[in-house]
C-alpha cells in the first residue's frame, strides 16, 4: 500500500525539492556576505567600502549572468547549468581562505562566486517551473522563493557562530562545503530537464502529451517593446534595491552600531527568513487564486513602510516585530514577478526573460550593497538610507499598478479604432472567442510561436486554458473535451466556421506559415487574405487590411 502511494508522486515533485535545496545551499554564501565584513576589516585592514565593492561585483554578475545563463537553460537544460554553477561557487568560496589581497576578494567572491551564483537563482527556479508544472506553477514558485529564506533562516544563526567561535574562515569553509557535498551530487542523481525525459507529462497537464516547445530565436524582441516589461523590470529593480543588497549586507552592522548583540541580529535575519518562508509560499497561493498584479503591489507597499520605520528601532522587541512584518514580504514578489513574465511572454522565454528581469534586481542589489557604505561614510549612520529605500518600495506600488494587460501588447499588434466601435442599442463590442484545443503547450507554439501572439493574465477556471491578447479582443483557448467532429471538415477553410485576424502585411505571415509548413489556402474572391487551420482544426482567416 505504501509503495502504491510513492509511486503516485509525480516526479515534478522530486525535481522540485531538488531544486529547494540547491537553493537553500547557496543562500549560505549569501548568508556569510554581512557576517564577515568586520572580520576582514580587522584582519586585512580593508576599509568598509572595498568589502561590499566585492560584494556589490558580486550582485551584479549574479544578475547580468542571470539572462545569459538563463538563455543556455532554456536551450540545454537545467541540470547542466545548476552543476557548472555549483561546482564554480564551491571552487571561488573554497579559494577565498588563501586570499591576502584585495583584488584576490574582488576576483574570487565578486568574479567567480557572482557568476555562479547566477545559475542557481530563481532564473533557474522559474525555467524548472514552467516545464514541469501545469498546475500550481504559483505554488510551486513560492516554495522555491521559501528555499532562499529558509537557508538564511537555518544558516545565519550557524555561520555567525562559526565566525565568532572559529573565525571567518570556518564560516566560509561551512558554505563551499554545504553546496560542494550535499547539493551538487542531489543534482547529479535525481535532477531531471523536463518530464518528456521520464516519460511523463508536466505536473497538471490532462491533455496529450505535449510537443517539445522550443525558445524562441529572438525572445526579447517583444518584450522590449512592450511597457508591462520596463514596468515590471523597473519594480524589481526596487526589489533588489530594498531587500538583498540593503538587508543581508547593512543590516547586521547597522544593529551593531545600534548596540545590539550580533547574536541578536543573527536572530533578527533568521526570523525574517522564517517569517518569508509563509510569505513566500502564501504569495504563490494567492498568485494562483486571485492573479499576481494587485498582491504584488501590496507587497510592495507593505515592505516601504516597515522599512520606513527601521532607523526608529532601538529596542530588541520592536526589532522582532520588524523582522516579522518585513520577513512576511521580502521574497514574496518573486512568485508574482515570475508569474507575470511568464505569462506575458511565453514559459518557453521564461528563463532569458525572466533573466533580463532578474538583471534589474541584482542591478539594484548592487547598487545597494555599495551606496550605504559611501552614505554611512558621510552621514555616519544609515538612516538615510533606510527612508530613502522605503520610500522607493512605495514608488514599486505605482509602477506595478501601472501595468495592464491590454498594454502587453501595444509594441507588436496594431489597435484599430474600429475595433472598439459599438454596435446596437445595446453598445455591443466583441470581447473574446472562444476555441476548444487538446493541448495548451500545441497551441502556444503555433499561436505565440509561430503567429506572435501574447498570452495575457488568466484566472483559475478549475481547467487549463491560455488567453491571448489581440489590441482590445482576446481569443481564449479552453483546453476541454471537443465534442466536434475535427476530420470531414471542408478542405478550404473558408467554407467552415472561422474567426478572422487582421495584420498590416499578409507576406510575412505567409513567409512564417511556409517555414513552419503549415498548409494554408488564399482566398478565392481575390482578396488579400489566406485561411489556415491551427493544430487543432479550428478555422482561421488573416486579412491585410485595406490601406
Known sequence: MIRKQICRIHYAWIVLGVTFVSLISTASVRSVSGIIIQPLEQEFGWSREQITLAISINMLLFGLAGPFLGRMTDSFGPRAIAIAAMSLISLG?????????????????????????????????????????????????????????????????????????????????????????????????????????KRLKPYGETG???????????????????????????????????????????????????GFSGNTMALSLGVMGATDIIGTIASGWICDRFGALRPLAVYYLLRGASLLILPYINSRDDLMIFSVIYGLNWLSTVPATSMLAANMFGKQ???????????????????????????????????????????????????????????????????????????????FTLHHASLIVADTDVSLRFYCDILGLQQTDRPDLGFPGIWLQLGDQQIHLLQLENHDPITGRPEHSGHDRHIALSVPELSPVQDILDKSRIAYTLSRPGRNALFCRDPDGNALEILQLIK
Not at 586570499?99 to 557568476?115: D, E, I, N, P, R
Not at 504559483?138 to 544558516?155: N, R, V, Y
Not at 570556518?170 to 563551499?176: G, H, Y
Open 349 to 427: 522565454n521564461v528563463g532569458v526573460v525572466f533573466g533580463w528581469i532578474f538583471f534589474a534586481h541584482q542591478l539594484g542589489a548592487a547598487i545597494a550593497s555599495y551606496g550605504p557604505s559611501i552614505i554611512h561614510s558621510l552621514a555616519g549612520d544609515y538612516a538615510i538610507t533606510f527612508t530613502v529605500a522605503g520610500a522607493f518600495a512605495v514608488l514599486s506600488t505605482g509602477l506595478v499598478l501601472c501595468i495592464r494587460p491590454d498594454e502587453i501588447n501595444k509594441a507588436t499588434i496594431e489597435r484599430h479604432p474600429e475595433a472598439g466601435q459599438k454596435i446596437s442599442t445595446f453598445n
Open 93 to 197: 568560496v573554497t579559494g577565498t581562505l588563501w586570499m591576502t589581497q584585495a583584488w584576490h576578494f574582488f576576483l574570487l567572491w565578486g568574479v567567480v562566486v557572482g557568476t555562479g551564483s547566477a545559475g542557481t537563482s530563481m532564473v533557474l527556479a522559474s525555467t524548472i517551473v514552467s516545464r514541469w508544472f501545469q498546475q500550481r506553477r504559483g505554488l510551486a514558485l513560492g516554495i522555491l522563493g521559501a528555499a532562499m529564506s529558509a537557508g538564511q533562516l537555518i544558516f545565519t544563526q550557524l555561520i555567525m557562530h562559526l565566525n565568532t567561535d572559529f573565525g571567518w574562515r570556518a564560516a566560509t569553509l561551512f558554505a563551499a562545503v554545504v553546496i560542494g557535498c550535499v547539493a551538487l551530487p542531489l543534482v547529479l542523481f535525481l535532477m531531471v530537464d523536463s518530464p518528456a525525459q
Open 208 to 258: 496529450l502529451s505535449p510537443l517539445q516547445t522550443n525558445p524562441s530565436p529572438h525572445p526579447m524582441q517583444i518584450p522590449l517593446r512592450s511597457s508591462g516589461f520596463w514596468l515590471l523590470t523597473l519594480s524589481f529593480g526596487i526589489c533588489g534595491l530594498t531587500t538583498s543588497g540593503l538587508i543581508q549586507t547593512h543590516m547586521i552592522p547597522h544593529g551593531l552600531e545600534h
